[in-house]
T-cell receptor
Framework: KAGVTQTPRYLIKTRGQQVTLSCSPISGHRSVSWYQQTPGQGLQFLFEYFSETQRNKGNFPGRFSGRQFSNSRSEMNVSTLELGDSALYLC???????????FGQGTRLTVV | LAKTTQPISMDSYEGQEVNITCSHNNIATNDYITWYQQFPSQGPRFIIQGYKTKVTNEVASLFIPADRKSSTLSLPRVSLSDTAVYYCLVGTVMDSNYQLIWGAGTKLIIKP
């Protein structure tokens, strides 16, 4: 079966701009989680969506937001980009929170 | 809130058994312990999950003592392709929601 697909794979944006990242989960998976990964901070949880509802949220500012559609596809939006937002953004899907999570290859965002 | 502590890096040789130990002193009664593997420029990949005693699958074993304050991931007969970062995670329930708390990861380097 197809894995988790994230688009785009690479992105370069300018400070102050906004960006939208997309994640298509594995068919049948209703939980989608987003993570930010940087060399200095490691993997940090952003938020989780389940059946179109944000079920859990990490400690990130309100500039980071997301949503999930009825087909479980999810988008993450970052507004007013800062240089420190440069990172690998990973999406993971699972049947539910406490089951095996499958990760996409990530979107590498560079803010200049 | 449960946190995980694991060695920053480890070296071993092909054909050897590698054991990576993780401590999670504040693990709660209902928390699960999960390990993921990550290669550069890829998302993490699930290895194994356990609650207590021993769990074994086709790629690894997970040993959890009775007090559950630590766990050991055992990789039998490693090869060069096992060079990766290994994350020990604790799944914890917060406000009725399940969340994975990611550790800093152990960089495992396998030498020929």
């Amino acid at each position: 079966k197809a894995g988790v697909t994230q688009t785009p794979r690479y992105l370069i944006k300018t400070r102050g701009q906004q960006v939208t990242l997309s994640c298509s989960p594995i068919s049948g998976h209703r939980s989608v989680s987003w993570y930010q990964q940087t060399p200095g901070q490691g993997l940090q949880f952003l938020f989780e969506y389940f059946s179109e509802t944000q079920r859990n949220k990490g400690n990130f500012p309100g500039r980071f937001s997301g949503r999930q559609f009825s087909n479980s596809r999810s988008e993450m939006n970052v507004s007013t980009l800062e240089l420190g937002d440069s990172a690998l953004y990973l999406c993971a899907s699972s049947r539910d929170s406490n089951t095996e999570a499958f990760f996409g290859q990530g979107t590498r965002l560079t803010v200049v | 809130l449960a946190k995980t502590t694991q060695p920053i890096s480890m070296d071993s040789y092909e054909g050897q058994e590698v054991n990576i130990t993780c401590s999670h002193n504040n693990i709660a009664t209902n928390d699960y312990i999960t390990w993921y593997q990550q290669f550069p420029s890829q998302g993490p990949r699930f290895i194994i999950q356990g609650y207590k005693t021993k769990v074994t699958n086709e790629v690894a074993s997970l040993f959890i003592p009775a007090d559950r304050k630590s766990s050991t991931l055992s990789l039998p007969r490693v090869s060069l392709s096992d060079t990766a970062v290994y994350y020990c995670l604790v799944g914890t329930v917060m406000d009725s929601n399940y969340q994975l708390i990611w550790g800093a990861g152990t960089k495992l380097i396998i030498k020929p």
